[in-house]
Nanobody, 121 residues
Framework: QVQLQESGPGLVKPSQTLSLTCTVSGGSITTNYYYWSWIRQPPGKGLEWIGYIAYSGSTYYSPSLKSRTSISRDTSKNQFTLQLSSVTPEDTAVYYC?????????????WGQGTQVTVAA
């Protein structure tokens, strides 16, 4: 059973960098052919995909967030990390990490419980 757990600060000041870590257990983040994503849900809105880091280490980001996003990994800890720079209150959301197969038609099969991040002074 794969489990994902998000961790990081719940409050970030505007213009700072949001940093969240997803710790994975029950499976390796380097196992073919899985993609490890960050997804968020602002209050009262739908889910927004932020980006992923693949089993190979390659990354891909949402075009709307690409200039501010970086996803990296630490394979020794089986973790991957989201960094979102220059945050504004519009980045306030519940942030999730999730896994999906290489087939984009398949849904995400494992999710973290989500972590609330509020951007405020």
């Amino acid at each position: 059973q794969v489990q994902l757990q998000e961790s990081g600060p719940g409050l970030v000041k505007p213009s700072q960098t949001l940093s969240l870590t997803c710790t994975v257990s029950g499976g390796s983040i380097t196992t073919n052919y899985y993609y490890w994503s960050w997804i968020r849900q602002p209050p009262g809105k739908g889910l927004e995909w932020i980006g992923y880091i693949a089993y190979s280490g390659s990354t891909y980001y949402s075009p709307s967030l690409k200039s501010r996003t970086s996803i990296s990994r630490d394979t020794s800890k089986n973790q991957f990390t989201l960094q979102l720079s220059s945050v504004t209150p519009e980045d306030t959301a519940v942030y999730y990490c999730a896994r999906r197969d290489s087939n984009p038609e398949l849904p995400y099969d494992y999710w973290g419980q989500g972590t609330q991040v509020t951007v405020a002074a």
